[in-house]
């Protein structure tokens, strides 16, 4: 069963996400944030584009797609660790360079606590 902490993140991301594409197609400014979360004394390390929210609701905008990852060496608190940072940092790139490949494919942020990261994404629906 999910902790509350990470239904309520689950659905500020959902909001989020069904934003992104619209602020990428029209070029709207970033206004990326990082902040710290606890819950049930678990830490989350969050970040995300908050700019989105000034376009909310898209309706095309309607597909999330997240991607979670198990931290090799996590901190006790469950955060990322140092050692981790360049290769968490090259995953991203990398991740973030084939996924662009798809125009329709946008990057909203990123959650990292209990061991694990998590990043979202929102995909335009296409009708044919």
């Not at 909001?15 to 979360?37: D, P």
């Not at 060496?73 to 050692?83: A, K, N, T, V, Y």
């Not at 968490?88 to 798809?102: A, G, N, S, Y």
Request: charged share 25%; aromatic share 14%.
């Amino acid at each position: 069963m999910k902790s509350i902490n990470q239904r309520i993140f689950i659905l500020l991301f959902s909001c989020f996400l069904s934003l992104n594409s619209f602020a990428q197609n029209n070029q709207q400014v970033e206004n990326w944030s990082f902040y710290i979360s606890n819950y049930e004394e678990l830490l989350y390390s969050n970040f995300l584009d908050l700019e989105l929210a000034k376009v909310a609701p898209v309706s095309e905008a309607d597909q999330l797609l997240s991607i979670k990852i198990k931290l090799k060496s996590p901190q006790e608190d469950g955060l990322s660790s140092f050692d981790e940072h360049d290769d968490l940092v090259k995953l991203e790139d990398k991740l973030l360079e084939i996924l662009f490949r798809d125009n329709l494919i946008y990057y909203a942020g990123r959650t990292t606590g209990n061991g694990n990261r998590i990043y979202f994404f929102t995909r335009i629906s296409i009708s044919i």
